[in-house]
């Protein structure tokens, strides 16, 4: 699994109860509301495919009824194409909709086999070619083709399906190496407690992990736990969400509504999303669709508003600049690697296993700037520590090499860790990827700066990078989790370019 052993291991120190917030009742279906902007995504996914199909449509039109046998004839029929951006953008816009109402963008296989995907899918499309058909009737437009209407329907028709095919056998391929998979824990150890556990562990495909289950004070333990994990109960939710990195809690009983309403007012504090089988509280799930997870009706009692469009944001700046900087500074890289390797015999990159997002566990690279041996005699340099906490820093370190000595000066080493952003594993901007035996030691708040992407650098390299103390270094990073926007990030890294040039690096 994904999730690290080091963090799934650790006890967890005794914690308050989450504190009240307002809570919201009512439900409004807003048109452009969270649940919407969740799924932007997959929308504009969608919208691009289409895009493709209709630049087919439009070369198959030129060769087939237009007569263009030669390629250059090809963009010349393009451009007089009879249909114009209105109708097109009709088409998008309703197939959207359609889709939308069909359940296409919820989260992968809401209870659905590949087969309804697909259905659902082509259905969409002949509903919206249909109502583009409709549109052009309604205006009495005798120049748009009717030909160029069909083949749009059903190039579009066939291009999502195979979109749609091949994210899904992605998402499958992550799911079955426990990747972007949503961790979930269960209330309730009746039947269909157990029941839908059982379903989520045995089909990864589902996109789940469950963590265990969560107990109420009138819980009867089951006489055969068959490997149940019971994490504790509602009184120790906030440790079992920092501690797990829960995103979903599944009611599987019914509970009593004063119980249910404080499990939705820490869910609010806490960011959980909460869904509970489908029946057991209609009054606190009003006009809530029913979504399945396996073969388990459920309702939204509480959704989470993700920043999604801000965190995709975040991703294309990423990927965008690093890019660029890779281009920039590969020559730099190859001079850094020679520089090595002449030095001295060993590696010229130094690979550890840190602990990024949620625990997960990879591989980060820097450029090699110790001894060979240098984690094995680290442990005789424990009494030069100039850091408190569980931080190591040893200011004139023996281990360095004269070449490292340079590097760590200007952080040319960490040029390699653009390799992680582009992987996905790291971004530019956040708090630095620790290593297992410093997770060990963490408490349970400073399990909060591991709830977002690592990062080469953040605010405590610009703002206190020489400061000795750990709970300013857990303070800085916990700010930015809190904090994080997308002009943060591009204040640090403005500031992180002249902390480089001015060589303060140690």
């Not at 469009?309 to 850094?336: E, N, Q, Y």
Request: with cysteine.
């Amino acid at each position: 699994m994904a999730t690290s052993e080091y963090i799934s291991g650790k006890g967890v120190p005794e914690g308050s109860q989450a504190s009240s917030l307002p809570l919201q009742m009512g439900r409004s279906r807003r048109l452009f509301g969270a649940a919407v902007l969740t799924h932007l995504p997959m929308v504009f996914n969608d919208a691009i495919t289409i895009v493709f199909a209709f630049g087919a449509a439009l070369v198959l039109r030129a060769i087939f009824m237009e007569k263009a046998v030669r390629f250059s004839d090809i963009p010349h029929r393009l451009g007089i194409a009879p249909i114009s951006a209105i109708y097109f953008s009709w088409f998008v816009l309703v197939y959207v909709l359609i889709a939308r109402r069909y359940g296409l963008y919820g989260h992968l296989l809401k209870g659905a086999s590949f087969g309804h995907e697909m259905r659902m899918t082509c259905q969409a499309c002949l509903n919206a070619g249909m109502l583009l058909c409709g549109a052009v009737y309604m205006m009495h437009d005798l120049i748009i083709s009717r030909t160029l209407v069909l083949m749009l329907t059903f190039s579009a028709m066939v291009a999502l399906c195979i979109r749609r095919s091949a994210w899904r056998m992605r998402r499958y391929r992550l799911y079955e190496r426990g990747i972007s998979t949503r961790r979930a824990v269960i209330l309730g150890t009746n039947h269909v407690g157990r029941s839908l556990g059982r379903q989520i562990m045995s089909e990864p495909r589902l996109g789940y992990t469950l963590r265990g289950y969560i107990l109420t004070p009138d819980t009867v333990l089951p006489a055969e736990h068959h490997g149940i994990e019971f994490l504790g109960g509602l009184d120790d939710l906030r440790n079992i969400v920092r501690k797990h990195f829960i995103d979903e809690i599944i009611v599987a009983e019914t509970y009593t509504t004063d119980e249910i309403i404080r499990l939705l007012k820490a869910a609010r504090e806490l960011g959980l999303d909460v869904r509970s089988v489908s029946g057991y509280y209609n009054d606190l799930a009003v006009n809530a669709t029913v979504e399945y997870l396996g073969a388990f009706p459920l309702v939204s009692l509480h959704r989470n508003a993700r920043r999604t469009i801000s965190i995709a944001v975040k991703r294309a700046a990423d990927f965008a600049i690093t890019l660029l900087a890779l281009v920039a500074v590969s020559p730099i890289m190859a001079i850094i690697a020679i520089a090595i390797r002449l030095e001295g015999k060993g590696p010229i990159f130094y690979i550890s296993e840190r602990i990024g997002r949620r625990g997960q566990v990879f591989r980060c690279f820097k450029f090699r700037t110790m001894v060979v041996n240098a984690d094995q005699i680290r442990n005789k340099l424990d009494l030069l520590n100039e850091r408190d906490g569980v931080l190591f820093k040893v200011k004139n370190d023996p281990r360095v090499t004269r070449v490292g000595h340079i590097l760590r000066k200007y952080s040319l080493d960490e040029l390699p860790q653009l390799f992680n952003v582009l992987r996905g594993e790291m971004s530019l901007v956040g708090p630095r990827p620790p290593i297992a035996s410093e997770v060990e030691k963490y408490e349970l708040e400073h399990l909060r700066r591991l709830e977002v992407l690592p990062g080469i650098t953040g605010l405590w390299q610009v703002h206190a990078r020489q400061d000795a103390s750990f709970e300013t270094y857990i303070a800085l990073d916990t700010a930015y989790v809190e904090n994080w926007s997308f002009w943060l990030d591009m204040k640090i890294l403005f500031r992180t370019a002249d902390a480089v040039l001015r060589g303060t690096g140690v």
